[in-house]
């Protein structure tokens, strides 16, 4: 099982570079969606169908909006630097990449051997979860009754969120609607706003 | 060995969001971030044999897995999607103004 | 955006109600099976995505179809708000899980799991069918007119 997981892991590393170094945007898209659907298989092994059942349908609906966006602008990568200033971003990339790396090397040796976490607060859940909480799915137990707190945040990021999306991708704005009396053909939203 | 595969692709979204110069490559190398993120506190809760976390008639009593990562991923990975939308939506209004995507191009950003 | 062709759009009048169903069963047995409140949310709002893409979005009225997505977004988290103050018009905590727990394993059970899903449900699909109608409308060079 371990195995297939790195397996998994390098198929997911070698999507992400592909996705990142492509010339052409929609194929990096489409490798990026490599790595999600990697993911939703890593998420199945780790045993965590709830993750999986997100994932699998995120990673779609981030493909079909990302896809949207490219075809509704362009699809080339034209920012290509050429000649020396190119090899010195990449160094000084490469660089900081590899003392993040050299860092982030000690502190893993900290943490709990793969397969053995220490589960000082999830004990008591997965002990009191079903009499407490009556949720035979102790995943929703955790996000609705123990930590809802945090479920509640996150509820009020993702409205604001897609407030932000309206209100960036609205139509045409009320001051240059006034400017312009020719293009007042669209009707709908206008209607609705006025009542 | 997989704590060190999941930072290496954390690197590699970190490498795309420094070096590329492309907006939508940007996204791109965010959205390879958060998926490293996920990764690892999926791994972290693994337990050696367990079971996913939901109680069924005749297995109250099996193995588990640690249900508390798993609980925080799954919020996180839907302010992601929300998150990523945001940011296309205003790489596209970016590119409607001045006909590009390369932030070397994008000086003016006055009205 | 255009619509696909005859074939798609047969399919997809087929098993987008499927979908749907899916959708809402995976939102009522988030607190027995693995799923809850965000996974149904999305895959209910994946069902409109799908009937949007496929029927395209110039024949369907995508302003008055944008406001409702706000209106059920709005009502979502409205739900889950009150779900979370009831404890406090009890006169006790908030966030307290008030309504009676009912027997394990069973549907009607788990107190203000099963509400809160629905709210959650509700607010993500909504959200998300939001996103996706509002980036469908905007219009591109790649669109002809």
């Known amino acids: 099982m371990l195995t297939i997981l790195i397996l998994l892991l390098i198929l997911m590393i070698l999507g992400a570079i592909i996705a990142l170094e492509g010339k052409d945007l929609l194929s990096a898209i489409i490798s990026l969606g490599i790595v999600g659907f990697a993911l939703v298989l890593v998420f199945l092994i780790l045993q965590a169908p709830d993750l999986a059942i997100v994932q699998i349908v995120v990673e779609t609906l981030a493909l079909i909006i990302l896809i949207a966006a490219i075809l509704k602008t362009t699809r080339e990568d034209t920012t290509e630097t050429r000649g020396a200033k190119k090899i010195f971003i990449y160094l000084c990339g490469l660089g900081f990449l590899g003392l993040f790396l050299f860092f982030i090397n000690q502190t893993l040796t900290e943490l709990p051997r793969f397969g053995y976490p220490i589960m000082r607060m999830a004990g008591n859940y997965l002990s009191l979860g079903l009499t407490k909480t009556g949720a035979s799915n102790l995943v929703a137990a955790i996000i609705l009754d123990f930590r809802g707190y945090d479920t509640l945040g996150e509820v009020t990021v993702l409205f604001t969120a897609v407030m932000g999306v309206i209100v960036v991708l609205r139509k045409i704005g009320r001051r240059t609607r006034e400017k312009l009396p020719d293009e007042t053909k669209v009707t709908g939203s206008r209607k609705i706003e006025e009542k | 060995m997989i704590y060190l595969l999941c930072v290496l692709l954390l690197l590699i979204g970190l490498y795309g969001v420094l070096v590329k110069k492309n907006l939508i490559k940007i996204i791109i190398g965010l959205s390879i971030m958060e998926y490293a993120l996920f990764l690892f506190f999926a791994v972290i809760g693994y337990r050696e044999g367990g079971t996913a976390p939901i109680i069924t008639k005749g297995f109250e009593k099996a193995v588990f897995v640690d249900p508390l990562p798993q609980a925080l991923v799954l919020t996180a990975i839907v302010i992601g999607l929300a998150v990523t939308a945001l940011l296309v939506s205003l790489a596209v209004r970016i590119y409607e103004k001045h006909g590009t995507f390369d932030i070397r191009k994008i000086r003016r950003l006055k009205g | ?145």
């Open chain 3, 1 to 145: 955006m255009r619509g696909m062709t005859l074939i798609v759009k047969t399919i997809t009048r087929l098993i987008v109600g499927l979908i749907f169903l899916y959708g809402i069963y995976i939102v009522f047995h988030g607190h027995l099976t693995p799923g809850g409140g965000f996974a149904g949310g999305i895959i209910i709002a994946g069902a409109f995505i799908l009937l949007v893409l496929a029927e395209g979005s110039e024949e369907l009225s995508t302003e008055v179809k944008k406001w409702r997505a706000s209106l059920f977004e709005s009502l979502g988290i409205f739900i889950f708000w009150f779900l979370a103050m009831l404890g406090v018009f009890a006169g006790t905590f908030f966030f307290l899980n008030l309504l009676p727990k009912g027997k394990p394993l069973e549907l009607l059970s788990a107190g203000i799991i099963l509400p809160c899903n629905i709210g959650i449900g509700i607010e993500v699909g909504a959200a998300l069918f939001a996103i996706f109608i509002t980036l469908a409308v905007l219009k591109g060079k790649g669109d002809k007119e």
